[in-house]
Every structure is written in structure tokens, then in C-alpha cells.
């Protein structure tokens, strides 16, 4: 955005950034367009956050099979809401089209999480997932980074960009769950471990399909030493487990 596109738009009344309608505070969503997230409330695992039916009560803190079990792939996740055809409709414009005014209604949702958090040691650092720099070239941003800084900011603690490197593969939209697992092997390294070495790391992304891209980053995250990993991102799918 332009210095002048910016001044004309603190000088406009505040709208919607999705439809429109005129609305208390600049980059904020109208009442309509907000209502039409499934936001991701309690009851919900403590681990990773997946979504239970309302009606269940499962005391303070709850399970799933998977975390139950000790086979939850990071030390904690949250996800702000489902990955639906609404949530679609902001993230992938935010992600391919430079859709950018999303970033501030997407991150303000994502920092509502953090009330949960159960960390904020002085070890932490947040690290966007990145991007293959192919992919990077091309889009002119990482999505994922202009999530994390705002998340960074609140949280009062330093964001990494530079100490994991993504090998270019292909785009992962229309494989199963195994086939991206598949995919994402091997394509994270950890190149600068000093700076990951005894830290807790909260990852940030958009979206968080199967679980494994963040898995594959735990992988080399705790063999470079890293402490616990956590992970954070918009919105997820939601599939019977
Ligand atoms: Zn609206
Ligand atoms: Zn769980």
C-alpha cells in the first residue's frame, strides 16, 4: 500500500474488509462477516486444540484419542477457526492474491489463542513456517510471516525467519493426507541450529491440513536441539478422529 493509499484510508470511515459495511475500527470485520467463521470454542483438546461437540462436558482438561494416547505431534496447537468454504474465501485470497488486508482480523484471532498459551518463558522464539524461496520469489511475501510478527509483538519475544530452509516441492492442495506427509519429508532443514538449540519454538500458519508440515518441521526442530514445539495457525480442517 501506497503512503497516500494509507493516508486516504485513515482519513476514510473504517469498513469491512470483506463486504463493505462501515464498522468501528479499520481492519475489522462487521458483525455479519465475523458470524460467519466457525471459531474454534470449548470444549476442545488441551493439546492440540481439535474441536469437540459443545455438549460434552470432559472436565478441564480434555483429550483426544490421539493426544490421550501421547502421539499428539507438537507440545501444543490452536487453530482460530475451521477451515470451511468462509474461512477459504479470506485465507486463500490472504495467501495467493496479496489479499494483505486480512492480515489484521486473521492475526487479532489468532492472538485471542494465546490466552491459552502455556508458555512465555524467555526461550521462546516465533518461527513462520517458511516457504521455498521459488515460492517466495514468485508471491513476493510468506503469509505465514506477516502472521507470526503481530504474535511475536504481543507476545513481547523475537521471531526467526532465517534458521529453517524449505526445499521447493509440489504444491501440496489436492493430495491426501498420506501424500503429503510423503511430500513434506525431508523438505525442512535446520540451517543455523545454534539459534534453535535449547528453545521453545511456536510455529505460525495459515492453515493446518493434515498436521504435517508441522510435524515434519517438529522432526528437525528437536533434532537440532530444539525444547518443546508449539504450533499455531488461522484456521484447520476438522475430520472425525
Ligand atoms: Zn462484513
Ligand atoms: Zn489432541
Not at 20 to 30: I, K, N, Q, R
Not at 110 to 116: A, G, H, P, Q
Not at 125 to 139: E, G, N, Q, S
Request: hydrophobic share 40%.
Amino acid at each position: 500500500m501506497t503512503l497516500f493509499a494509507k493516508i486516504l484510508d485513515f482519513m476514510l470511515p473504517p469498513t469491512c474488509p470483506i463486504c463493505g459495511a462501515e464498522t468501528s475500527e479499520h481492519g475489522m470485520l462487521c458483525h455479519e462477516c465475523w458470524d460467519k467463521f466457525n471459531w474454534i470454542g470449548h470444549p476442545k483438546c488441551s493439546v492440540c486444540g481439535y474441536p469437540f461437540p459443545a455438549d460434552l462436558d470432559l472436565g478441564p482438561r480434555p483429550l483426544c484419542p490421539v493426544c490421550a494416547i501421547g502421539a499428539n505431534e507438537l507440545d501444543w496447537i490452536r487453530s482460530a477457526c475451521v477451515y470451511d468454504d468462509w474461512s477459504k474465501s479470506i485465507m486463500l485470497p490472504f495467501k495467493h492474491a496479496g489479499k494483505i488486508k486480512y492480515q489484521k482480523i486473521m492475526a487479532r484471532a489468532m492472538i485471542s489463542l494465546l490466552r491459552e498459551f502455556p508458555d512465555i518463558s524467555s526461550d521462546l522464539v516465533v518461527i513462520p513456517v517458511p516457504l521455498a524461496y521459488r515460492r517466495l520469489w514468485k508471491r513476493g511475501y510468506n503469509q505465514a510471516t506477516l502472521l507470526a510478527r503481530p504474535i511475536a509483538k504481543h507476545l513481547g519475544v523475537r521471531t526467526d525467519y532465517n534458521s529453517i530452509w524449505r526445499k521447493h516441492k509440489p504444491n501440496m492442495g489436492h493430495m491426501t493426507a498420506r501424500q503429503r506427509a510423503e511430500n513434506v519429508r525431508g523438505v525442512f532443514k535446520v540451517i543455523k541450529p545454534e539459534n534453535i538449540r535449547g528453545k521453545n519454538i511456536l510455529l505460525v500458519d495459515d492453515v493446518m491440513t493434515s498436521g504435517g508440515t508441522f510435524k515434519a518441521l517438529r522432526r528437525v526442530l528437536k533434532r537440532a536441539g530444539a525444547n518443546k514445539v508449539y504450533g499455531i495457525t488461522f484456521c484447520r480442517t476438522v475430520r472425525a478422529i
